[in-house]
């Protein structure tokens, strides 16, 4: 009898495994027949279109319907086809404004090499409209593309035949010479073939070791430091600020669990013997968190015994620095572990040669895990990825899709992207396309705000009667926080360029300056300007 029952039992199991791999099956059919249905729709859409265009190839709206098909579809450049020939289109009409708008959402879509093609379009249709200061922007982006891929004589004479560029046309096209000019130099002194220095020039002296510091500098890597000894804090945050790191620090493991999930660092290095929390322990409680798990971990400690260390690397710890040190040495030893994470990305590069657009494209199609970091003007904002879409991001105070949002805008900075295992909620949740496409919406919307609305250079303050005026409490905050930024000293340009990707925001202050609640500064006026930086606004 017990031999039968556990014969019964064996079966059982052995049934319940394979039943349950068979749901399995059966529910990955599913999902792949669902897939098929809507891959089986999407192409119906677009035939539907391409049809229906064929019979009216004027129809812009037509073609607005069909470029967004493409893009939800990963047609990229059949998108910015559209989007080019809706341009055309506008530029055959005399309409320069229109033409400009849709030359710059395609070139926000568009791989590298139409990209540049483009940014010479949108260069002449600035400079026919007037705007000279947007024109130079572009142009400064043409040569730099151009100079990436080695092309020196084509930037050289891009930058010769430019038209004039308004009244500023000679300090503009100073810059421009200047760094065709310093991209020469740079050429002409590799090519000189030997190891051997100019006559004047130090190997060791100061001028060579500045130039040096200048030029090894980890911008895009926070640093949080965990100790109880205030010294040793201020020690280390001052080597690590000298590479040009952000630092964030905490005086035990329980801060520090706090700091690490806000700041999301890129190492840390902690001290081992601290109250409420020590070392050891918080670095069990990292390698437990998903978003913290493969961050580098370096033990600091007065205890040097050869046990302590092997025991220390032996549980996954990335080094073991032994107090005291010089300052020195540590910068040493910090630079080379930073030097080791930059080498880890699976790839890197330029804004201005890949756009971010098409990053989240490439890390879509190769549907990518990990966490892709992108640097501008000292600002990183990080996404989390898994299986090429976007479940998370960070900058500053932003979390989710708005992101996405202001990122579009950065023409120039830097990116790369590590693979790792995500294990994060999803925060967003439209799929890699109708993110970008929601992106590209915003950011041409307020672009078009911002080249409509006129005396942008003026500085405004509040009317006193907007001042007094009562608020609902569900717009006190952000009526609050839009009164701040107009001091008298910021113009409304600069006011408006502020909120970034928050459309209605932006709306907002164009119609309390049309209704006389936003007024011009007079001269002379006294207020001292805020502190606000103009990033991390609310919306």
């Known amino acids: ?25 059966v529910r990955s059919m599913r999902e792949q027949v669902v897939d098929m249905i809507g891959d089986m729709r999407q192409r119906h859409d677009i035939e539907e279109l391409e049809r229906r265009l ?41 309409n320069g404004e229109m033409a400009l708008a849709y030359f710059r959402r395609a070139e926000r879509l568009a791989a590298s090499d139409e990209r540049l093609r483009l940014l010479r379009v949108m260069v002449d249709l600035m400079i026919s409209l ?21 092309e020196l004589a084509a930037a050289r004479g891009y930058v010769e035949a430019l038209p004039p560029l308004g009244e500023h046309d000679a300090k503009y096209r100073k810059e421009l010479v200047d760094l065709v000019n310093i991209s020469r130099r740079e050429w002409a002194q590799g090519a000189r073939g030997t190891w051997l220095d100019e006559p004047g020039e130090r190997l060791f002296g100061p001028e060579r070791s500045s130039s040096l510091e200048r030029r090894e500098q980890f911008p895009h890597q926070t640093i949080l430091v965990v100790d109880d000894e205030p010294g040793t804090c201020e020690v280390l ?53 998903p978003a913290l798990k493969e961050v580098p971990f370096v033990c600091l400690s007065s205890r040097g015994q050869q046990e302590e260390r092997l025991a220390a690397f032996e549980r996954g710890v990335e080094d073991y620095w032994v ?18 994470l930059q080498s880890d990305a699976d790839f890197r590069g330029k804004l201005h040669e890949v756009s971010f657009p098409e990053i989240l494209q490439i890390t879509e199609a190769g549907r ?9 003007d000292g600002r990183e904002a990080t996404f989390y990825l ?35 295992a995500v294990d994060c909620p999803a925060r967003i949740t439209l799929p890699t396309q109708q993110l970008l496409l929601e992106a590209v919406r915003r950011y041409d919307e307020s672009q078009s705000l911002m080249e409509s609305e006129p005396d942008l250079d003026r500085p405004y303050i509040v009317s006193e009667a907007f001042a007094l005026m009562a608020v609902p409490d569900d717009f006190a905050e952000e009526i609050s926080f839009l009164k701040s930024l107009f001091d008298g000293h910021r113009s409304f340009g600069d006011c408006l360029r502020a909120l970034e990707d928050n459309l209605e925001a932006m709306t ?18 006294p207020q001292a300007p805020s502190l606000f930086s103009g990033r991390g606004t609310r919306g």
């Open 1 to 25: 009898m017990g031999k039968t029952s556990l014969e019964k039992r064996r079966r059982c199991k052995a049934w319940s495994a394979s039943t349950m791999g068979l749901f399995d099956k």
């Open 54 to 94: 064929t019979a009216a190839p004027e129809d812009i709206f037509l073609m607005q319907q069909l470029s967004d098909a493409y893009q939800n579809a990963g047609q990229g450049r059949r998108a910015v086809d559209l989007l080019c020939r809706i341009g055309e289109i506008y530029q055959a009409r005399k």
């Open 130 to 150: 007037g705007r000279y200061a947007d024109a130079f922007e572009r142009a400064r982006q043409v040569v730099e593309i151009l100079l990436s891929h080695d």
């Open 237 to 289: 945050t001052l080597c690590l600020r000298r590479l040009g790191c952000g630092v964030v620090t905490a005086e035990d493991g329980v801060q520090a669990q706090e700091v690490a999930l806000q700041h999301r660092p890129s190492l840390i290095i902690c001290d081992l013997l601290m109250p409420r929390m020590d070392g050891r322990q918080f670095f069990d409680w990292t390698r437990r968190h």
């Open 323 to 340: 107090k005291p040190f010089s300052a020195a040495e540590l910068t040493f030893r910090v630079k080379n572990l930073l030097r080791r």
């Open 368 to 376: 990518k895990n990990g966490i892709l970091k992108v640097t501008s």
């Open 386 to 420: 898994r299986e090429g879409q976007i479940l998370d991001a960070e900058l500053e105070t932003y979390r989710g899709e708005r992101v996405a949002y202001v990122v579009i805008r950065w023409l120039r900075g830097e990116f790369s992207f590590r693979s790792a």
């Open 508 to 525: 907002m202050l164009i119609e309390l300056r049309r209704e006389g609640l936003l007024i011009p500064a007079p001269a002379g006026w």
